[in-house]
């Protein structure tokens, strides 16, 4: 797998959580998170890590090419969106104090992730 998709891969599934708590006026887990993405397919590639922030329990991606857009519970279930040009994928999960994991799938791969917070 090429590092676009290795990025697009990784950032897709530490940043596709919509969640559906109403917004905060703080999150336990706001902050920056270093997620590990992985897939069980070899075509999709082995893994990769992004970084991500939660600020009041809103997603975003620290990176310019990829987007991110999710909410993150107060009971820590998260739901996000990640995109890189006309790639994306989704991912859910859940964090529990500085760390976290979850399932992610775009259109042709899928896989797992977990988190630590930074």
Known sequence: MNGF???LFA????????LTQADAAGSTFDGTWNVRISSSS??????ATVAIGISNGQIASSSAAVTASGRVADAGN???TLGAGIKH??????LSGTSGSGTWRGAMCSGTWTAERM
């Not at 950032?11 to 919509?18: E, G, L, M, Y």
């Not at 070899?42 to 893994?47: D, F, I, R, S, V």
């Open 5 to 7: 998709h290795k990025s």
């Open 11 to 18: 950032t897709i599934v530490a940043i596709a959580v919509p």
């Open 42 to 47: 070899e075509t999709c590639g082995n893994g």
């Open 78 to 80: 998260i739901n996000v």
């Open 89 to 94: 994928a989704v991912g859910s999960g859940r």
